[in-house]
Every structure is written in C-alpha cells, then in structure tokens.
C-alpha cells in the first residue's frame, strides 16, 4: 500500500483503517499537531522494539533516547502541519538502538478530517537497508563485468595483433592464437581466484598432458603473485610450443628439465631464477628471424620486472628466467 492510498484510507475515517493499517509490514505511526504518537501499527512495535503502551502520548522525537530527533527530520515533518504538505523518501541513516545502522525512507503526510479540524500527521517508514546493500553488490558486479571485459579485449586484441602471419596458414594462425589465448585464460582465472599459484602447478598446467610425463621439476615451492601469473603462464606457454614444434617434445624421446632456485638481490629482493633445458631433441640453432614467440617471451619477461636469457644450445634449447619475487 502506497502512502497515498493509505492517506485516503484514514482521511475517510474507514472503520476498518486501523486493522488495515496493522496488516502492513511498514512501520507507521499517526502523530497529532504536537507531534505526540496517538498510534503506531503492529510493524511500528515490532521493528523498533518499544512497547505500545510506552509510546502512545510520547513526544515523537524524544523515542528512542531521541533516535528520531534529527534536524533535518523534524523540520519536514513540522511543516507538514502548517502547509498540508508531504514529504516523501526523505532517507534517514541511524545506528538505532535496539536494531543497529538501518537506512529508512520517511514519508509523513498530514491527514484533515472534512469533520474536525485535527491536524495528525501519518508517518511511514520503509527499511531500504537491505535494498540499497543488493543495489550496491549489483552495481559493483557490473562495474567489474565491464572492467574484465574490458580488459579481456585488450588480451584478446594484443594476442591476435602480435599473432605473426608471415609465411603462415590460415589454420596455423588459428591454431597459435587459439593456443595463445586458452593460455591467457586459464591464467587469468588463477589469478582471479587465488591471491597466489604455485609454481609448479603453473608449469605443468603449460605443458598439458600429453607432455607431462617427459617433463622433470626440480625447485623448492615457490607460490606466484597474482599479479605474475599471466605472465609466468605466458612464458611457459610459449617455451612448451616451441618445444612441440621444433623442440624436445616433437620428438618421442625428447625431455625438458626445469630447476628453479630463489636467490637473494639488491636489499631484501628475492629473485626466482627457472632454468629450462631441453635434451634429447632435434639439433638446436639460432633461429633465421626473430620471431613473435621469442620476443614475446623477452617482452612478458620484462612485463613482470624479470629478464630472460635464450640459448640456442646445439644440443637443447636453454632459457634462463629471472624474475623478482
């Protein structure tokens, strides 16, 4: 029931107007011209707390230990006497006593018998807390959609402009960009979901299954920042398709061997330095051109303050990463 209605209701002196009233789930309370309560519904006693009895006659404002007595609030409710106005949804924000911070919206409107010259106000409160709170969620839920999906485009953007096409198919630039970005997302949910990953865990999850029983860790555990996922996973990525396409993992007896070590640097730094080394490969050479995945590699290695060392060992390719902790 809406204020208005509720106004009609009692102007019209219904019999029934009180038993209405106390079926609302709204608080409401009538008060005269001197702003004393001459009566408050079933919701009214139950929200606040107060007994009935103790409130009938009260002075309004003074309810409470004077929850009620706010400036602003009592200066739109007088003026509701003298100028047959309403005031409605004026938002009051209170840490109450008996019920802790709750945020209401006010509605008061004067009620004149065409019969007397009373001059009662009806008061309605409606409890937002609750509705402002879900509203606050939803709007930061779609704040920070928008932000990922902004940010997911970039990725998407970025891998697909640096995607070489030079002397290749059409499948095999599908492939490599489809390769790329399933590495970036699967990163990105990692980094989503947890405030670190281990590295391990990280390096095998580039590999992926086929590989994984030709791929030998040896390192102390080592967790990764969120902020150094992404690019840690990227790295690995691309090393492990190289591997599969020229390197250790083209061939049946290929292996890669990871060690890694924390090392302390300048101050209290502590860098990780992963050694990645491939045996058992195909013969090793300096590529003819630089390539996307190598300079990708150097270029995310320096996106996470690291560096990284490439050596085309004959025997195996070597990559040296270095990245501060």
């Known amino acids: 029931m809406m204020l208005e209605d509720l106004y009609r209701l009692l102007r019209s002196s219904h019999v029934q107007a009180q ?23 079933n919701a009214f006693i139950k929200t606040f707390k107060v007994d009935r009895d103790d409130i009938l006659g009260q002075d309004f404002f003074s309810l409470g230990d004077g929850q009620w007595d706010i400036a602003e609030l009592r200066h739109l409710i007088s003026a509701v006497v003298p100028r047959a106005a309403a005031v ?27 019969d007397d010259n009373s001059k ?60 790329r970005l399933e590495a970036s997302f699967r990163a990105q949910e990692i980094a989503a ?14 590999i992926g299954e086929p590989d994984i029983n030709r ?26 398709t190289n591997a599969l396409k020229y390197g250790a993992f083209s061939v049946p007896d290929g292996e ?38 190598s300079e990708l590699i150097k270029a995310t290695s320096a996106q996470a303050g690291g560096t990284v060392e490439l050596n085309y060992d004959p025997f195996g390719l070597v990559a040296t990463i270095e990245i501060p902790m």
């Open 193 to 206: 979901t947890n405030d670190a990953a281990d590295l391990q865990v990280l390096l095998k999850q580039s």
């Open 19 to 41: 038993g209405v009233v106390d079926t609302m789930t709204q608080p409401v309370v009538v008060l005269d011209h001197n702003l004393g309560v001459t009566t408050a519904n």
């Open 256 to 293: 890669v061997h990871v060690r890694w070590t924390l090392e302390p640097g300048t101050g209290q730094r502590t860098y990780l330095r992963c050694e990645w080394r491939e045996a058992n490969g195909p013969p090793v050479g300096p590529p003819e051109r630089k390539g996307y995945g």
């Open 88 to 114: 409605i949804g004026f938002e009051v924000e209170h840490d109450f006593p008996a019920i802790g911070q709750r945020t209401f919206l006010v509605d008061a409107r004067r009620l004149s018998h065409p």
């Open 120 to 179: 009662n106000i009806l008061v309605l409160f409606d409890d937002v807390t609750d509705r402002q709170r879900e509203s606050a969620e939803m709007e930061f839920i779609v704040s920070e959609t928008r932000h990922r999906m902004k940010n997911l485009f970039s990725v998407v953007r970025s891998i697909a402009m640096r995607t070489d096409t030079k002397n290749r198919t059409a499948l095999d630039y599908r492939d490599t960009f489809l390769g």
């Open 215 to 240: 791929l030998y860790c040896d390192g102390p555990a080592v967790e990764i920042s969120s902020s150094k996922v992404l690019p840690v996973s990227m790295i690995f990525h691309e090393l492990m």
